[in-house]
Each structure stands twice: as structure tokens, then as C-alpha cells.
């Protein structure tokens, strides 16, 4: 069974910088480096939304409100994905899910982490 572990979440005020960690567990690393990884971000009364994704060969996609200020990157050695974020303001306060999906396998094609808590306040 695969396992997504989100840390790094924080209460910072404007202007500061966070790094979100997702640590996958019950894998190999040769099959960590087959999934397409993902950071999504649900504010209270919200929907859930996309803020990042990596695939396996490293290509990135952002969501317009983050371009410029988040990054993210794998440490496919670490089955580690990171998402750096830079000039953070209020409205990105929310949880952070990490999420995983492969189509390789028949099981563990969508897998989510339990979330981890960013707000940003003055």
C-alpha cells in the first residue's frame, strides 16, 4: 500500500517562505519514479485546487496564482516531493494535499496524503 506523508506546514506572516515536504512509503524508488506527482491546496467553503504538478520525466505545471513565487521538484533517491513557496500572502492559506497517480499498475493509481496545514497571517 502506498502512503503520501505531507510536513513543513506552518503559521509564517506575509512575505515569508515555507518548504512543504511529501515523503511516499511503500514503494520502491523504481516504482516512485513512474508516478506523476501533484500539490493541491483546499481552503475552508472551498474546492480543492491544483497549485503544482511534476510528471516522472520532470516537467512542470503550475496554476496562474502561484507562477512565480511556488516550486516544485522531486528527489526521486528520497521518493521525496517538495514544493517551495516564496512571498507568501494571505490567500494562500489552506491545507496542502500531495498527491501521486500512476496507470503502469492496476493498484495504487490514485493515492492522497492527509494534508498539512499553511496559514499566512499578520
Known amino acids: 500500500q502506498v502512503q503520501l506523508v505531507e510536513s513543513g506546514g506552518d503559521l509564517v506572516q506575509p512575505g515569508e517562505s515555507l518548504r512543504l515536504s511529501c515523503a511516499a512509503s511503500?514503494?520502491?524508488?523504481?516504482?516512485?519514479?513512474?508516478?506523476?506527482m501533484g500539490w493541491y491546496r483546499q481552503a475552508p467553503g472551498k474546492q480543492r485546487e491544483l497549485v503544482a504538478r511534476?510528471?516522472?520525466?520532470?516537467?512542470?505545471t503550475y496554476a496562474d496564482a502561484m507562477m512565480g513565487r511556488f516550486t516544485i521538484s522531486r528527489d526521486n533517491a528520497k521518493n521525496t516531493v517538495y514544493l517551495q513557496m516564496n512571498s507568501l500572502k494571505p490567500e494562500d492559506t489552506a491545507v496542502y494535499y500531495c498527491?501521486?497517480?500512476?496507470?503502469?499498475?492496476?493498484?495504487?493509481?490514485?493515492?492522497w496524503g492527509q494534508g498539512t496545514q499553511v496559514t499566512v497571517s499578520s
Open positions: 498527491n501521486g497517480n500512476q496507470y503502469t499498475y492496476r493498484t495504487d493509481r490514485d493515492v
Open positions: 511503500g514503494i520502491s524508488g523504481i516504482i516512485f519514479r513512474i508516478y506523476a
Open positions: 511534476i510528471t516522472s520525466g520532470g516537467s512542470t
